[in-house]
């Protein structure tokens, strides 16, 4: 076959097969099946792109291109599902590590679709990175913005398996219209949409960590954040009690982003695409789980969620957040939340127990 454009450092598969039907003008179905002889079709390829290979197809792919077997499988979401999270192995806890890895499965990877850096997209030539793929990647590390996760002329996510010419354009079609005509389609070029700069430091270090963590990236300089991983429930509680207060010292992009303001978002927003979304529960579970003041960072937490129950209340709203009602009784999959986050909570009767059912494994003690 013609020679083919090499993987761009931390590129999606779909997105390289994609660089390699433009380079080549070869069509992406036609590259699959008769090229590198992979079975094509809705039962191999759901979406019609090779989100999971297996071995097999891995090595018929590396005798097409001449690109290592290795490599390909660290194009794949496969490395994040399959594999160690890096950040984990210190558990001793075989069982416990499992089940961290599977919640972290279900809750790292945001289905469907991928965000963006629009200063990495217009530099790399629209190569689409497998790491905007992760709900925990809220921020370029070295642009020093956020990503962004839906497109500002016609409001609709984007997704990782477009056709050539999308990975630069928005290739979505107003519901309106049937054609599939690219003279129908919004069009709007995805590198000129306007990143907010990170401008709290801190953010950046906890993205660099997260990184690194996932077994992508340098190891930050800063404190660790493995914690994190060790506890990926407490953003189960952060979802279910954050306010507004507590981003008062947060990076302006997320006191803007929680100020209780609904802005008019289109019928295709979706809030787990939304990269502000995700930095805003990573920012609190960093400082009730990483902060050196977390003691005091998870006093001030239930204050406040304590404080916005009240005023719900009064207001006559029943309950607040997605669970019901308060207390909240811990959901069976709940278990891994460390007692300094769930001790205040129940002290200000948020929580029916104390901890968890299932005690945490790692030698927390219930005071
Ligand atoms: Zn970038
Ligand atoms: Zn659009």
């Not at 994190?228 to 207060?245: A, C, G, K, N, V």
């Not at 009784?329 to 948020?350: I, M, N």
């Amino acid at each position: 076959m013609p020679s083919v454009p090499v993987p761009f450092p931390g590129e999606s598969l779909a997105s390289w097969v994609d660089a390699i039907a433009l380079h080549t003008e070869i069509p992406r179905k036609t590259l699959l099946r008769d090229y590198w002889g992979l079975p094509h079709g809705p039962a191999h390829f759901p979406h019609g792109m090779p989100d999971g290979l297996s071995d097999d197809d891995r090595e018929r792919i590396a005798a097409a291109t001449g690109v290592p077997t290795e490599d390909l499988a660290g194009m794949q979401l496969d490395r994040y599902t399959d594999q160690p999270i890096p950040a984990l192995p210190y558990s001793h806890d075989d069982a416990w590590e499992a089940e961290a890895r599977r919640h972290l499965n279900n809750i790292l990877i945001i289905p469907q679709c991928s965000r963006w850096c629009p200063h990495c997209l217009k530099a790399n030539g629209g190569r689409w990175l497998l790491r905007w793929r992760l709900a925990w990647s809220f921020a370029c590390v070295e642009h020093q913005v956020f990503l962004c996760g839906h497109c500002p002329s016609c409001g609709d996510t984007q997704g990782h398996r477009g056709q050539p010419q999308a990975r630069l354009r928005c290739p979505r079609i107003p519901s309106q219209r049937r054609s599939s005509s690219w003279k129908h389609r919004c069009g709007h070029p995805l590198t000129e949409t306007t990143a907010t700069p990170v401008t709290d430091p801190r953010l950046l270090e906890i993205q660099q960590s997260i990184h690194h963590s996932l077994g992508d990236g340098l190891r930050p300089a800063a404190r660790s954040i493995r914690l994190l991983f060790y506890h990926p429930l407490t953003m189960h509680l952060i979802d279910r009690f954050q306010s507004p207060e507590m981003f008062h010292e947060a990076d302006p992009a997320l006191r803007t982003a929680n100020n209780g303001s609904r802005n008019r978002r289109s019928s295709a927003y979706r809030s787990d695409v939304d990269p502000l979304v995700s930095a805003s529960a990573l920012y609190l579970a960093d400082q009730l789980i990483a902060s050196p003041d977390r003691a005091s960072r998870a006093n001030a937490f239930a204050d406040l969620a304590h404080a916005r129950w009240l005023r719900e209340q009064e207001r006559g709203v029943q309950y607040f957040g997605y669970m019901g009602d308060v207390p909240m009784e811990f959901p069976r999959s709940v278990r891994d939340v460390p007692p300094w986050v769930t001790e205040p909570l129940h002290a200000q009767g948020l929580l029916a127990e104390r901890t968890p059912a299932v005690a945490p494994p790692l030698g927390f003690r219930v005071q």
